[in-house]
């Protein structure tokens, strides 16, 4: 597999595993779970809909930037992603 088709998988990943982290954040808040960071709990209580697209846009816009400049760093943080929604299923069992 190319460099270029590579990189495209890991971003897709990435996107991937940012979408299942909001759904399942907002899955566990939905069960009185606490989001830890103040300014997503913030936009969770403005609303998931603006939560789930200021989540989505935001990370849409740095990961695009990443691929530019380091397309490298995609693997490490698809792994980091995909531990975020590995502790994140492990939680969904629990709740």
């Known amino acids: 597999m190319g ?34 960071n103040p300014v997503m709990a913030r936009a969770i209580e403005v609303s998931p809909l603006f939560f789930a697209t200021i989540k989505l846009v935001v990370f849409t816009l740095a990961i695009d930037y990443i691929a530019s400049k380091r397309p490298s760093m995609l693997r490490w943080i698809a792994l980091l992603l995909i531990c975020v929604v590995a502790w994140h299923i492990s939680f969904v069992f629990s709740l």
């Open 3 to 36: 460099k270029e088709k590579l990189a495209l998988a890991w971003l897709l990943i990435c996107q991937f595993c940012n979408f299942a982290d909001a759904v399942f954040t907002l899955y566990a808040v939905s069960k009185g779970v606490k989001e830890a």
